[in-house]
């Protein structure tokens, strides 16, 4: 289990730019509602939940951010992979805003720029390709990376600003007491969530910390479950450092683990025009080591 430090943790988390769920199961046949018995039944105080969601949502670390991570895929069967990526990371009037290079593993290199918050945008650069921007509808849910789980679902965690919500109180999770909310798309979005049925988030009560989320997909089965295993304090800023994505389907497993840090920057603008990606970014000299 993670021991918790400051209130600062979650800020960490949403710095990152990207982690909960996706699963693509196909069109879904029947209209995007979770049956009354699948929340749980405790009649929580369903003010006080939206009062904690908004704040959560509000929260967010100062300054501007540079990570070095790896993706790590662990299959059930067969042999690890990994892929080695950059991101850089604001904040705008929108919301949280990312640049992501990945490279691919064949000497090609795609870009992102991932505008997160209640409207988000993306626009998407790869070698020998134009910046497009990217269709939700479309792309939502596809690999960024071969073999990965990670799609822009997860970079823009959408789920977050749902206003269709139930609050189901306190649980427990990884052995500490967990507000618990389950979120679900909004009906006029249905063509391009499709595949969701909600998302269950779970936040620590103590410091409004993110432990642990679950996508539920349209046949209301737990699809894919993100977890939250490690963290490490640079420039006395608490941040994750490994994130599990466990497909609960197949058991696969993509670890997000940071190897490299530097916050408290004081990045250009331009660095997060969507005009700009293809281009070559000169990383932080101030970086720090979280470690293997």
């Known amino acids: ?43 929580p105080d369903q003010e006080k939940g939206a009062t904690i969601l908004r704040e959560f949502r509000n929260l967010g670390i100062a300054g ?55 409207e988000p945008m993306a626009w998407a650069w790869q070698t020998g390709q134009t910046v497009m921007p990217v269709s939700s509808v479309e792309h939502l849910f596809e690999p960024l990376l071969p073999e990965t789980e990670l799609t822009l679902f997860d970079l823009q965690m959408p789920y977050l600003f749902w206003d269709d919500f139930v609050f189901e109180g306190v649980s427990k999770i990884m052995g500490r007491a967990a507000h618990t909310f389950l979120l679900r798309p909004p009906l006029d979005a249905v063509p391009a969530y499709a595949s969701v049925q909600a998302v269950r988030v779970q936040l620590d009560t103590q410091f409004h910390a993110l432990v642990q989320s679950t996508l539920y997909n349209d046949a209301v089965q737990a699809a894919k479950t993100l977890t939250v295993r490690d963290l490490k304090k640079v420039d006395d800023q608490w941040m994750v450092k490994a994130i599990d994505l466990r497909n609960e389907l197949t058991r696969d497993k993509t670890r997000f683990q940071v190897t490299r840090a530097a916050v408290n920057l004081d990045l250009s603008p331009r660095l997060f025009d969507p005009g700009t990606l293809g281009e070559t970014i000169a990383r932080p000299t101030n970086l720090i080591s979280l470690g293997p």
Not at 29 to 40: G, I, L, Y
Not at 96 to 108: F, K, P
Request: with cysteine.
């Open 64 to 118: 501007d951010y540079y990570l070095e991570f790896q993706l790590r895929v662990l299959p059930r069967r067969g042999e690890e992979t990994v892929f080695v990526g950059q991101l850089w990371g604001s904040r705008n009037v929108l919301g949280t805003i990312s640049r992501v290079v990945l490279a691919d593993g064949h000497g090609g290199q795609r870009q992102l720029l991932i505008q997160n918050g209640p």
């Open 1 to 43: 289990m993670v021991n918790c430090p400051p209130a600062r943790f979650w800020r960490a988390f949403l710095l990152i730019g990207f982690m909960s769920l996706s699963l693509h199961a196909g069109p879904a046949a029947k209209t995007n509602r979770v049956p009354t018995d699948f929340a749980k039944q405790e009649n």
